[in-house]
């Protein structure tokens, strides 16, 4: 019985979230529920006490890191500068070679901080018109785009600034470049066999007569994106998204030296007690704030005129995308926490125990979360908040450094996510114009792709050492 409401609590949420819901609304309903089938006078504690202590904990934490990202990715699209990277990358690699043109491009933004919903956006008018050059069927759009934006840019890449990279530091201490070398034998391994499926539906497509588009898929086609005429050089386009990759490098090395004790304490004439905060949680935080920072000063460095007469409303544009995902998330962290407290979930737990090996515990625990959620941030939040310290005691016992539970969290997070109703995957169909029939089932070949490539790279971990 006690598992089946925290399972009742979960399916729900997922089946309110496929059916357009907001998770906003509907996770806290659904975690009320759960305790009112449990205990019904625990409703208001636990609402007050434990589901919104946990909302505005996260908040505290990950909400700068929302809205730097959104104003950072805003500022790229009003400056031109994502139109003029766009239109450098299909110069070098070709019109003729449109599924790895797009790939490229895409990953380029998702990995320089553009989030990815500002990278659809950014990217889809120049991916349907090379679609349609080279007669490329529409319904490989979505794939193509997503194997650049929602794989290994968003969380395997060391380094990148996507909140699935940025979350587990928090929880082991580490920072957004952990396990580099497994992160980019799992990158290698994702954008290998993608392009390679990619390729290959290409071809079966091209042999069955299928063309860039039937009627019914010709929804949403952008007017014909301007391929040229670029206003800055690529470089200087470039140059933002480089800033913030190396100042992430940078400061990453450099927070940790300055503030040399564990926490941080600052006395204030106002504040009666001082303010701390301790270093190993909040370094990779400090780290990804700074480098959005410094890339955003670059941008008005070199686009200010253009920025300075769009700024007002993309500013709020920014500042209405950052509150939304940051509340998604935070809610579905906050749902995730009532149910870790439920007794249907330590059932659960314990029987989760029965996997023997840590980091494949680890990888199933949170690409399961994820998929229920259809969230990567939200169920790596769920899984962490509960089981982090399970996690890292059963690593330390075997010797697993922390930078390689970080990364097995991380890659594993983006597996199972993406299932139909991800509010990514739902945007993403809903920008180019096609439906789940006709596009989802080459972006679930990326799912099983990446949820493959995380037990790659447990077991490289094993055979080599590398981290």
């Not at 998702?110 to 018109?129: D, H, K, Q």
């Not at 499926?197 to 588009?213: D, F, K, Q, T």
């Amino acid at each position: 019985m006690a598992v089946g409401i925290a399972a009742l609590s979960l399916i729900l949420l997922m089946v309110a979230a496929y059916r357009g819901m907001s998770v906003i609304v509907m996770a806290p309903l659904l975690a009320m529920l759960a305790v009112f089938l449990t205990d019904p006078a625990a409703v208001p504690a636990v609402f007050s006490g434990l589901f919104m202590d946990k909302v505005g904990s996260f908040l505290k934490l990950y909400f700068p890191v929302f809205l730097l990202g959104a104003l950072f990715g805003k500022l790229i699209e009003i400056s031109g500068f994502s139109r003029v990277i766009v239109t450098a990358v299909i110069g070098l690699v070709g019109a003729q070679r449109a599924i790895p043109a797009i790939m490229l491009v895409t990953a380029l933004l998702t990995y320089g901080g553009v989030s990815v919903f500002v990278a659809v956006f950014a990217v889809y008018p120049f991916a349907a018109e090379m679609f349609r050059q080279g007669d490329i069927p529409k319904r490989l759009v979505p794939a193509t785009i997503g194997l650049g934006a929602i794989t290994f840019t968003m969380d395997a890449m060391p380094g990148t600034p996507q909140i699935q990279n940025i979350i587990p530091t928090s929880f082991f201490g580490t920072t957004a470049w952990a396990a580099p070398v497994l992160g980019l034998i799992g990158s290698a391994c994702i954008m290998g066999l993608g392009l390679a499926y990619l390729g290959w539906r290409r071809r079966a497509m091209r042999a069955a007569g299928e063309g860039y588009g039937a009627p019914e898929t010709l929804v949403n086609e952008p007017e014909a994106a301007d391929m040229g005429g670029r206003a800055v050089h690529p470089l200087v386009a470039l140059l933002p998204l480089l800033v913030v990759g190396l100042g992430n490098l940078a400061l990453t090395m450099l927070i940790p030296r300055l503030a040399a004790e564990e926490e941080v304490s600052v006395s204030l004439p106002g504040l009666t007690d001082p303010v701390a905060a301790k270093v190993a949680q909040v370094a990779a935080l400090w780290a990804v704030e700074g480098a959005l920072l410094l890339g955003i000063g670059t941008i008005l460095l070199f686009a200010f005129r253009p920025v300075a007469r769009r700024f007002a409303d993309g500013s709020k544009a920014a500042v209405g995308g950052a509150l939304l995902a940051g509340m998604n998330t935070a809610v579905e962290y906050g749902f995730g926490a009532v149910i870790a407290a439920l007794p249907g979930f330590l059932v659960v737990k314990e029987a989760l125990r029965a996997v023997p090996d840590p980091l494949v515990n680890e990888a199933i625990t949170v690409t399961s979360l994820a998929g229920i959620t259809g969230s990567a941030s939200g169920g790596l939040s769920i899984a962490l908040a509960a089981m982090a310290e399970q996690f890292a005691a059963a690593g330390d016992a075997a010797g697993i450094p922390r930078e390689v539970l970080h990364r097995v969290a991380s890659m594993a997070s983006g597996g199972m996510d993406s299932l139909p109703h991800n509010g990514a995957i739902i945007t993403l169909l809903a920008v180019t114009g096609l439906t789940h029939r006709q596009a989802y089932k080459d972006i679930f070949a990326l799912t099983l792709i990446k949820t493959f490539t995380v037990f790659v790279v447990i077991a490289v971990y094993y055979l080599t050492g590398l981290t």
